[in-house]
Every structure is written in structure tokens, then in C-alpha cells.
């Protein structure tokens, strides 16, 4: 059975697995922000009606120069991409027929974009994925022999935040291998593990940003890639790949830190309580500072019963199947709203006490 390898995608879901969608489902398997984009998109709207017949600027301006002001960073280094998605796709584009590190389980897109330009994939697997804990002499040894790693912070799927000290020392100690961290999700937390900065210092390094998750615009489609080499991904991109809209949405969300800062500290509160539950109940938790994490089930249930049994009570979770490392075994949960989790809650705790 072929799940699909996204999550956000419920009645493709329903429709793999041979279940009858139930009229109302709760989607806890995308991590887009639960309360929309800011307010202030509304009121700018109607006169985002006049962008519509020019052509948007070719670096994306005024959204250019508003990143390198937000963080501090020259404006050649910063390349403007139609989500992060692109930027994945023209690093891979830059880095084609190479051998490159990806640190398990994170996002699927790595591997698959960089399968498509020929490059070479060298898995390390994590031996501890609640803290996404990796073999140390392992990681030193393959960093010796490859191209580039990829490195996602806050890890999809597990949440887990790495040390920007550690990753400053793996970018110090080997000069001759690109860094590619993605950021997607570390406006979920309070950005002091953040390498942005460190793309003044070092040469090998990229950092992804995603304007989606956080000022839920996935369907606009908004992202950057921050470092000193940024220009040898423009020659990749297409003219205009990104849109007059999405170019002002994106400054105006670049304003909006204390939409930001509420998000966070929300998303914070209800993923400690929703952990706490399911640590209760005998899960497993991966210890997540974004807004979802892992949990797996006590060892005596059956995880793909249970997946099932969500389903079949509208809940969709995030599967792992796809997820090296996870094979199924554990699910990413979305944290949402009280009300969404309140749900949840009575469903999981239903199911594992009389299972
Ligand atoms: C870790 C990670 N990086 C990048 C992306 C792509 O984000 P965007 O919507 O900006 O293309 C995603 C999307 O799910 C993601 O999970």
C-alpha cells in the first residue's frame, strides 16, 4: 500500500488505505500555523489587486532587502525561492552528481531532490530519535568523504532542536563540505540556535527559510536561502519565480514578530500539555521545541491498527512510513488549537485504554 509521502493530504490518504472519509476529519498531519496569517494581510488585500498585471521585480524586491535587514545579512547573499521547496530543488541543482550526508529521519525532499540531479545519498540513521542523537564518530567520518549535508532545525519529523555551537563545529572542522540547514520551522522557537548569522562568517554554508508554516501561506508559496554563495543558485532559477503577491505578503509578515511571538508561545504551551497526556498514557515522545513532534505508541499495541482506527474516527495523523528510520512506528502530530487536541485526546485515550 503507497501512502502518500506528505502529509496535508487527507482524501488521497483515505482513498490509499481503502477508508471511507468521514464527513468531518481533523488533519493533524500538516504543520501549518492553526490561526491562518496575520490580520494584516486582510487589510493590504484589496490593494494587491493593482500587482496583479505587472510582472514582479527579479529579485524580488521589496521582500529582498527586507530579509537581509531582518537578519542582518548583505543582500547578494540572499536568494528569494518559491518556498523553500525551490530553494531545496536549485541546491540540488548545485550540488549534482555529488555524494551527500542526510542525517535520519528528516524531510523527504532532500533525498528526492537531490536523486534527481544524481547525487549520491549517504544515510546516517539517528540511535536516538526522541533527541535525535547521532553516532558522533560516524557522522566525522562520513563528513570527511561527502560533498554537503543536510541538516533540518528544528528536525522534520522529530522537532528536535539542534545546538548551533555543535553545528558551527562541524562547519569549522570540515571547510571543504557545504551546510545546508534548513530553517523552516525555527520561527517556532526563539531563534537562539538559528546559524542565519553565521552566513557573514563561513562560505560553506546555506540556510533554508520558509515564510509557510509559520505565516500560513503554503498555498502562496514563499521562501529564501541566506549564504555567501547564494549566487550560484540564482542562475538555477527561473525569471520571476516569485510572485507581486507573494513578494508582499512576505514583507509584510517580515513585520509582524508579535504575531510571531504569540504563535510560539501558544504552540509551546499546548505541546507540553498534549506530551504530558501521551507520556501518561505510555508513549514515547520525541523531545520537540516545534510546533508537532513524534510520539509512539506502548509496545503492546499494534501502530498500524491504531493509525486505522484514527482514520476511521477523522483523525489523520502523520504516518512514518516513508520516514527513514520510523518505519511506521511512531506518528508526527500537528500541534493545533485546545479544541483540535481536546479531540484527539478523547480518541487516543479511548483507544489505548481499551486496547
Ligand atoms: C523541513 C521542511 N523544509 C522545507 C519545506 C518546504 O516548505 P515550503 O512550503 O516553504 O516550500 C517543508 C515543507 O513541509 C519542510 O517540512
Redesign the pocket.
Known amino acids: 500500500m503507497l501512502l502518500p509521502s506528505?502529509g496535508a493530504n487527507a482524501s488521497a490518504l483515505y482513498k490509499a488505505v481503502g477508508i471511507t472519509m468521514p464527513q468531518e476529519v481533523i488533519d493533524v498531519s500538516e504543520?501549518v500555523n492553526v490561526d491562518g496569517f496575520p490580520e494584516k494581510i486582510k487589510e493590504y488585500w484589496p490593494s494587491l489587486l493593482t500587482k496583479l498585471a505587472t510582472y514582479p521585480n527579479e529579485q524580488a524586491e521589496p521582500f529582498y532587502t527586507d530579509i537581509a535587514d531582518f537578519h542582518e545579512v548583505q543582500k547578494s547573499h540572499v536568494v528569494v525561492t518559491n518556498?523553500?521547496?525551490?530553494g531545496?530543488v536549485t541546491l540540488a541543482q548545485f550540488f549534482r552528481g555529488k555524494d551527500i550526508a542526510l542525517l535520519e529521519p528528516?524531510?523527504s525532499?532532500y533525498k528526492r531532490t537531490l536523486q534527481q540531479q544524481n547525487c549520491t545519498i549517504h544515510s546516517i540513521i539517528s540511535d536516538d530519535i526522541s533527541h535525535y542523537r547521532f553516532n558522533e564518530q560516524a557522522l566525522n567520518e562520513l563528513l570527511l568523504r561527502v560533498s554537503a549535508i543536510y541538516i533540518?532545525n528544528p528536525n522534520?519529523p522529530t522537532g528536535v532542536l539542534l545546538k548551533k555551537e555543535w553545528i558551527e563545529d562541524l562547519i569549522q572542522k570540515y571547510p571543504h563540505c557545504y551546510f545546508v540547514i534548513?530553517e523552516?520551522?525555527i520561527d517556532w522557537t526563539d531563534e537562539a540556535e538559528s546559524v542565519v548569522a553565521l552566513t557573514n562568517t563561513y562560505t560553506n554554508l546555506f540556510v533554508?527559510r520558509?515564510?509557510?508554516?509559520m505565516f500560513g501561506l503554503?498555498g502562496v508559496?514563499?521562501?529564501y536561502v541566506i549564504g555567501k554563495q547564494a549566487d550560484k543558485l540564482r542562475c538555477f532559477l527561473p525569471h520571476w519565480n516569485v510572485s507581486n503577491i507573494a513578494i508582499e505578503l512576505g514583507s509584510i509578515c517580515l513585520q509582524e514578530q508579535q504575531f510571531v511571538k504569540k504563535s510560539r508561545e501558544k504552540s509551546g504551551r499546548l505541546r507540553e500539555e498534549m506530551s504530558v497526556v501521551l507520556k501518561n498514557l505510555g508513549c514515547t515522545i520525541s523531545d520537540s521545541s516545534a510546533n508537532f513532534f513524534l510520539f509512539k505508541l506502548p509496545n503492546r499495541l499494534n501502530p498500524d491498527a491504531f493509525f486505522s482506527h484514527l482514520l476511521n474516527r477523522g483523525i489523520v495523523l502523520r504516518h512514518t512510513k516513508n520516514y527513514v528510520g520510523l518505519d511506521g512506528e511512531w506518528f508526527r502530530i500537528a500541534v493545533k488549537s485546545e479544541e483540535i487536541w481536546a479531540k484527539c485526546k478523547e480518541e487516543i485515550i479511548n483507544y489505548v485504554e481499551n486496547h
Open positions: 506528505h504543520n518556498g523553500a521547496a525551490e531545496l528528516s524531510f525532499e533540518c522534520n534548513d523552516a520551522f533554508l520558509s515564510m509557510t508554516k503554503a508559496r514563499l521562501g
